[in-house]
Nanobody
Framework: QLQLVESGGGLVQPGGSLRLSCAAS????????IGWFRQAPGKGREGVSC????????YYADSVKGRFTISRDNAKNTAYVRMNDLKPEDTAVYFC?????????????????WGQGTQVTVSS
């Protein structure tokens, strides 16, 4: 069974940091492009950061550039997003996803497999 499981979410104060992990099981993550998406209450799903299969191309939404860093560790079959200088507007459920299109962009319709999401809340 193909599965993605996110972890690392939680409550953090503004200016704090979190690292989200996305562990794959039932398939080998290094054959896929990986994306991190988020959905805040009452809003649509937004592509936050994505990385191609080889790790040579990355995308960041303007709202997170310079603060978030996406990475992948194929040996651990896991992808990550490091989030620094978190702001209240970063509050959302964060999802990781995998795409069979190895050069996928950062649109949710390009992704085939999804995790269940992890909540990130930025509040003082």
């Amino acid at each position: 069974q193909l599965q993605l499981v996110e972890s690392g979410g939680g409550l953090v104060q503004p200016g704090g940091s979190l690292r989200l992990s996305c562990a794959a099981s039932g398939f080998t993550l290094d054959y896929y492009a990986i994306g991190w998406f988020r959905q805040a209450p009452g809003k649509g799903r937004e592509g936050v950061s994505c990385i191609n299969k080889s790790g040579t191309n990355t995308y960041y939404a303007d709202s997170v550039k310079g603060r978030f860093t996406i990475s992948r560790d194929n040996a651990k079959n896991t992808a990550y997003v490091r989030m620094n200088d978190l702001k209240p507007e970063d509050t959302a459920v964060y999802f990781c996803a995998a795409s069979t299109d190895t050069e996928a962009g950062c649109h949710d319709y390009e992704y085939d497999y999804w995790g269940q999401g992890t909540q990130v809340t930025v509040s003082s």
